[in-house]
């Protein structure tokens, strides 16, 4: 059975898509140059002019931007429109100075809920279907891009938000549920949840599309068991629109990234040499037709591998395998962002020094953290402040941080052990990117 929103786009000739980005990239970088200061003094300092970019095969001539850039012209310094042309924004998660504000024109959300609308599809959406979305609803863009793209499928949309399991299997049950969308862990609760009070036969999900966390394929078998469903893998980041950059099809071998709206390329993260076609990078993207927020060369530091391996499907859009690991050091937990820079900081904030470890790990679906820090040998001696208390205001200055309940544990001075090398400051046990 073949399941596409597009069909004319999404089983385009590879030769014909190609002229279609590289017309697209040629405008959109003009685009840009005329509208984005920041980016054209980026090209003006290497030396590029938007007429150097022909197509595509010239898209390795233009800077990279990181997150960095953006935090640094943090909010309106990639502002591609007047603000007033904007109807939208939605932000990542992460604190001050870690946040990215992403601007939407009303063209450019008709694109990312386009975008989604394929994903549904592609997992067997249709105007029958009953979809429940679970994805947080507000700044993060998990909610509002699965129910524009349901929406435009003219499936019935449960716009249900996170959380209240009980209210989820409600729903779900009394209006008949079929395809749901929201973080894998969660989908894994739920699996549980109706396990343990013997409804599966009341429900009638057939289809999940999960993202916004590295899952394995282990835990894909254990959701589909669960609940009865066939699980589809989906990936974005808010900086390039939101979920939708790409989406498994049925054949479920890896993710067919949108290539008439994003470019990918794939990177050497230590030199930014282009790697060739099959080769583990980090994954790059350029936005070839959105205005408000339009981003070239977008280092996403997530590494992966792309293929152009004909797919059983039909799509011709190129696929990009799960992401093998990260070319940084942020950890998703939780659903956050957490980089353990940031945990540093509140622990030297309140007087201790970078002796301390970050263990994470997955217990019964549900993220763990967990910081053990080691007291300093002053600390030892100031026996009126108990460890407890110590420990409280830790656990308080990284709630306020990073917006997620973290354990910690006050050591003694020395009981981690010293590495003779790097230290090792994460412990993650999750396996995530086996
Ligand atoms: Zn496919």
New binding site residues.
């Given amino acids: 059975m073949k399941n596409y929103y597009q069909p004319e786009i999404e089983t385009m000739p590879l030769e014909d898509l190609q002229k279609l980005q590289s017309e697209r990239l040629v405008e959109q970088v003009k685009y840009v140059y005329d509208n984005v200061k920041v980016y054209h003094d980026m090209m003006d300092e290497k030396g590029v002019k938007p007429e150097d970019i022909k197509g595509i095969e010239d898209l390795h001539k233009l800077p990279f931007i990181n997150k960095d850039d953006l935090r640094d012209q943090y909010p309106y310094g990639f502002l591609g429109t007047p603000l007033s042309e904007c109807v939208r924004i939605q932000s990542t998660s992460g604190t001050t100075g870690r946040r990215v504000v992403a601007f939407y024109t009303q063209a450019d959300l008709d694109i990312w809920e386009e975008c989604c609308a394929r994903a549904v599809v592609?997992a067997g959406g249709t105007k029958e279907d009953v979809c429940h979305v679970c994805y947080g609803y507000g700044l993060f863009t998990g909610g509002p891009g699965l129910n524009g793209g349901s929406h435009k499928v003219g499936c019935l949309t449960l716009p249900m938000s996170a959380g209240n399991t009980e209210r989820q299997l409600q729903f779900m049950t009394d209006l008949g549920s079929t395809i749901l969308c929201c973080t894998p862990s969660y989908a894994a609760n739920l699996g549980e949840a109706i396990k343990e009070r013997g409804i599966k036969s009341q429900i009638k999900l057939k289809a999940g599309i999960f993202g916004a966390e590295p899952w394995t394929e282990e835990m894909r078998r254990n959701i589909e068991e669960s609940l009865g469903i066939k699980a589809y893998d989906i990936y974005g980041l808010t900086e390039i629109s939101g979920p939708g950059v790409s989406f498994?099809?049925?054949?479920q071998?890896?993710m067919?990234i949108q290539e008439d709206h994003f470019i990918p390329e794939i990177i050497n993260p230590e030199t930014g040499e282009v790697l060739p076609e099959g080769e583990v990078g980090e994954l790059v993207f350029t936005c070839i037709t959105k205005k408000a927020f339009p981003l070239l060369r977008y280092r996403t530091r997530d590494l992966c591998r792309l293929t152009r391996e004909k797919?059983?499907?039909?799509?011709t859009?190129v696929?990009m395998m799960k992401p093998k690991g990260r070319s940084d050091d942020m950890m998703v937990v939780k659903g956050v962002n957490v980089w353990p820079s940031q945990i540093e900081a509140v622990l030297l904030k309140q007087g201790f020094q970078a002796n301390y470890q970050i263990i994470v790990d997955r217990v019964n679906n549900n993220d763990t953290i967990e910081v053990r820090v080691e007291k300093t040998p002053e600390m030892v001696y100031e026996t009126q402040i108990s460890d407890e208390t110590r420990e409280k205001r830790i656990v308080e200055g990284l709630k306020s941080m990073l917006g997620i309940k973290v354990n910690v544990k006050v050591i003694e001075p020395k009981a981690i052990t010293r590495s003779e090398g790097k230290a090792v400051r994460v412990i993650d046990k999750r396996n995530l990117y086996q």
């Fill in positions: 592609a498994e099809c049925e054949a071998a890896g067919h797919c059983a499907c039909g799509r859009h696929r």
